[in-house]
């Protein structure tokens, strides 16, 4: 069974950072892509990051710069940290993953975790 937890949210001042994680059980964590999403009540999804099967990384433009995502193989984790944090990163985030090397879309993810919210105060 398929299962993906997020954690690490919380409140932040604008400037400040954070660490979200994402625990990964169930499948072989090394065979799939993982990627962060975050979303906004009443706007879309977007993708923030993402880290392939073979650790090539990608980012929003968004997020260039400020965000790193990494994963660590042997505890089957996923980060994503998150520096010179602004109001508008204030998101529910959640992580998901797909078999393969692509990274996952919001219509190609097989699994996801449940989202962690990141509020960034002014």
């Known amino acids: 069974d398929v299962q993906l937890q997020a954690s690490g949210g919380g409140l932040v001042q604008a400037g400040g950072s954070l660490r979200l994680s994402c625990a990964a059980s169930g499948f072989a964590f090394d065979e799939y892509a993982i990627g962060w999403f975050r979303q906004v009540p009443g706007k879309e999804r977007e993708g923030v990051a993402c880290i392939s099967k073979n650790k090539g990384k990608s980012y929003a433009d968004s997020v260039k710069g400020r965000f790193t995502i990494s994963s660590d193989n042997a505890k089957k984790r996923v980060y994503l940290e998150m520096n010179s944090l602004k109001p508008e990163d204030t998101a529910v985030y959640s992580c998901?993953?797909?078999?393969?090397?692509?990274?996952?879309?919001?219509?190609?993810?097989?699994?996801w975790g449940q989202g962690t919210q990141v509020t960034v105060s002014s």
């Open positions: 998901a993953a797909v078999w393969g090397h692509y990274c996952p879309t919001e219509y190609t993810a097989t699994a």
